[in-house]
T-cell receptor, first 114, second 115 residues
Framework: AQSVTQPDIHITVSEGASLELRCNYS??????LFWYVQSPGQGLQLLLK??????LVQGIKGFEAEFKRSQSSFNLRKPSVHWSDAAEYFC????????????FGQGTELSVKP | DAGITQSPRHKVTETGTPVTLRCHQT?????MYWYRQDPGHGLRLIHY???????DKGEVSDGYSVSRSKTEDFLLTLESATSSQTSVYFC??????????????FGPGTRLTVL
């Protein structure tokens, strides 16, 4: 079955510290991968996407993610977290010829300590 | 801004009543989606549309129907609302160009409470 797993429900990091949010997927086809961020009471904003090519992708707000096919992972990273990064983060996977449908992970809530 | 609006933004209703949520887009995108968001589940696809009058079911379609009579509007109907349908509902469009796959852009959401 197709699935996306975000193993960490909640993570707390200190401001200025580095961040890595994990995402693992199980998908039969070549995946298209996405990270979205959701601030409280808001909709989802796309941080970055991977379709093909360079496996290290850069996104907005200083985020990057690395696609590792051998590990079925697409982890999100940021070298220095800011208080404004506190939000919920969702990993999602789709594929070509699937009507654009996405499967989302359960989400990881990020808290930032001053 | 992908030009997506949802109405209403908040609704409280009673069990057994019909409810229709509206998604409106201004950019003529072919693909539109309805998701529900619940704690611990992320977002789950309810129904989607790939053109006027062309719709298909998603992962959690039971108890929901959709209609798309115009490109810009995608309606989600709960024929007889139940408390299990209390959720936040998001509409999305796929920024497809020439049929190529692309990312989805989300509306602001509708918070629905069924008492």
């Amino acid at each position: 079955a197709q699935s996306v797993t975000q193993p960490d429900i909640h993570i707390t990091v200190s401001e200025g510290a580095s961040l890595e949010l994990r995402c693992n997927y199980s998908y039969g086809a070549t995946p298209y991968l996405f990270w979205y961020v959701q601030s409280p009471g808001q909709g989802l904003q796309l941080l970055l996407k991977y379709f093909s090519g360079d496996t290290l992708v850069q996104g907005i707000k200083g985020f990057e993610a690395e696609f590792k096919r051998s590990q079925s992972s697409f982890n999100l990273r940021k070298p220095s977290v800011h208080w404004s990064d506190a939000a919920e983060y969702f990993c999602a996977v789709g594929a070509q010829n699937q009507g654009g449908k996405l499967i989302f992970g359960q989400g990881t809530e990020l808290s930032v300590k001053p | 801004d992908a030009g997506i609006t949802q109405s209403p933004r908040h609704k409280v209703t009673e069990t057994g009543t019909p409810v229709t949520l509206r998604c409106h887009q201004t950019e003529n995108h072919r693909y539109m989606y309805w998701y529900r968001q619940d704690p611990g589940h992320g977002l789950r696809l309810i129904h989607y549309s790939y053109g006027v009058k062309d719709t298909d079911k998603g992962e959690v379609s039971d108890g929901y129907s959709v209609s798309r009579s115009k490109t810009e509007d995608f309606l989600l109907t709960l024929e007889s609302a139940t408390s299990s349908q209390t959720s936040v509902y998001f509409c999305a469009i796929m920024g497809a160009s020439g049929g190529a796959y692309n990312e989805q852009f989300f509306g602001p959401g509708t918070r629905l409470t069924v008492l």
